[in-house]
């Protein structure tokens, strides 16, 4: 079993940044695809970005491209989301989330392991 935490989150203005971090304990993810994913209010959860195991490839959604980027650095068992230029339709509750195929793949339905999310408010 593998425990996802993420922290990182909070309440920034349009335009400011963040960096969420996800530590994995239990396990190493090193073999595992890690991705984000978002819930705003009223909304399903969706993708955000993928990182593969090793790290050289990574995936965005449009709507993130040029603004989030997704890392990781196995031997500490942490992948992280740097956030920058965000709008207030960012504002979400942000998840943390393992898919031990380690295929890169951006339905949520293949993942296993999920953190308990922090929440990303942005303010107009």
């Known amino acids: 079993q593998v425990q996802l935490v993420e922290s990182g989150g909070g309440l920034v203005q349009t335009g400011g940044s963040l960096r969420l971090s996800c530590g994995a304990s239990?396990?190493?993810?090193?073999?595992?695809?890690m991705g984000w994913f978002r819930q705003g209010p009223g909304k399903e959860r969706e993708f955000v970005a993928a990182?593969?195991?090793?790290?050289?490839?990574?995936y965005n959604i449009d709507s993130v491209k040029g603004r989030f980027t997704i890392s990781r650095e196995n031997a500490k068992n942490t992948v992280d989301l740097q956030m920058n230029s965000l709008k207030p339709e960012d504002t979400a509750v942000y998840y943390c989330?393992?898919?031990?195929?380690?295929?890169?793949?951006?339905?949520?339905?293949?993942?296993?392991?999920w953190g308990q999310g922090t929440q990303v408010t942005v303010s107009s």
């Open positions: 989330a393992a898919d031990r195929s380690g295929r890169l793949r951006w339905d949520k339905r293949y993942y296993d392991y």
């Open positions: 239990g396990r190493t993810i090193s073999s595992y695809t």
């Open positions: 990182i593969s195991s090793s790290g050289s490839t990574t």
